[in-house]
């Protein structure tokens, strides 16, 4: 049974940077889109970032672009979102996913989602 277990969250002042991971375990292959997606309060879950299988495309939401940076190392089934110059409106629960399309904005292309990592920005 495949799972993604993200991790790095937790709470940071504005203009710092955290870095997350997401880590995929029972899976015999890495030939999968990833995409990072947030969910603040009373709000949607919106994609934040996705890269292709190989890491040789990627996608960023308008929000995001030119602040974070996603990659990935499929020799130990991570991925990464590396995330600058954090705002407030950045605060919100960060999940990981695994589509088998690119670029893959939408939620209803992803099949399995992790728990999901806390962030919070602190003014």
């Known amino acids: 049974q495949v799972q993604l277990v993200e991790a790095g969250g937790g709470l940071v002042q504005v203009g710092g940077s955290l870095r997350l991971f997401c880590a995929a375990s029972g899976r015999t292959s890495s030939s999968y889109t990833m995409g990072w997606f947030r969910q603040a309060p009373v709000k949607e879950r919106d994609v934040v970032a996705t890269?292709?299988?190989?890491?040789?495309?990627?996608y960023y939401a308008d929000f995001v672009t030119g602040r974070f940076t996603i990659s990935r190392d499929n020799l130990k089934n991570t991925v990464y979102l590396q995330m600058n110059s954090l705002k407030p409106e950045d605060t919100a629960i960060y999940s990981c996913?695994?589509?088998?399309?690119?670029?893959?904005?939408?939620?209803?292309?992803?099949?399995?989602w992790g728990q999901g990592t806390q962030v919070t920005v602190s003014s």
């Open positions: 996913a695994d589509s088998k399309m690119f670029p893959a904005v939408a939620r209803n292309e992803y099949q399995i």
């Open positions: 890269i292709s299988w190989n890491g040789e495309g990627t």
